[in-house]
T-cell receptor
């Protein structure tokens, strides 16, 4: 399978705990994006990387959120001190270059109790 | 701030009928995308429209783009049950690093 992969697919955690998600983009895609989707809404942009550089962060990305792409390949998204409002589907997408399609992974569904 | 609006948000139609989903966006955009999402699943790319007047077709779906009107349409011809899903349009701007701004989605149900 050469598509975008995400791990884990589901995560249930208690409020206040930290969680980390991983995204493996399509090989040779130098752009990687994180989005968040809540029920009944379209995905909302969180942040994106070009190679290892994090070039933009949304206002949605509070100080509790941090993302990395250390070697320009896979990326991690960490949420510290989770809150119930963090419950959502977290989607990763990769793109080879501008003017091309962003390909989405299967997502990580987070439930904060 | 770039805003994207879709209508209708909910669409119930019979097999064999034709219908159009509309996508309006608020500011000049470089590119427009259509995605499909099945319940509990991720997004599947359908079309990328890169210029004014662009038209793309795949099976029973046809998408078009009018950048002057800031409008894209997704036309469904002779709908079949398998087309039941939520359809999203999204736009990006090179000045914003190609991040996508999505509409709310149109939930399509095709009834036998």
């Amino acid at each position: 399978d050469t598509g975008v992969s995400q791990d884990p697919r589901h995560k249930i955690t208690k409020r206040g705990q930290n969680v980390t998600f991983r995204c493996d983009p399509i090989s040779e895609h130098n752009r990687l994006y994180w989005y968040r989707q809540t029920l009944g809404q379209g995905p909302e942009f969180l942040t994106y990387f070009q190679n290892e550089a994090q070039l933009e962060k949304s206002r949605l990305l509070s100080d509790r959120f941090s993302a990395e792409r250390p070697k320009g390949s896979f990326s991690t998204l960490e949420i510290q001190r989770t809150e119930q409002g963090d419950s959502a589907m977290y989607l990763c997408a990769s793109q080879r270059a501008t003017q091309e399609t962003q390909y989405f992974g299967p997502g990580t569904r987070l439930l904060v109790l | 701030e770039l805003k994207v609006e879709q209508n209708p948000l909910f669409l119930s139609m019979q097999e064999g009928k034709n219908y159009t989903i509309y996508c309006n966006y608020s500011t000049t955009s470089d590119r427009l995308y259509w995605y499909r999402q099945d319940p509990g699943k991720s997004l599947e790319s359908l079309f990328v429209l890169l210029s004014n007047g662009a038209v793309k077709q795949e099976g029973r779906l046809m998408a078009s783009l009018d950048t002057k009107a800031r409008l894209s349409t997704l036309h469904i011809t002779a709908a079949v049950h398998d087309l039941s899903a939520t359809y999203f349009c999204a736009v990006d701007r090179e000045t914003s690093g190609s991040r996508l701004t999505f509409g709310e989605g149109t939930q399509l149900t095709v009834n036998p």
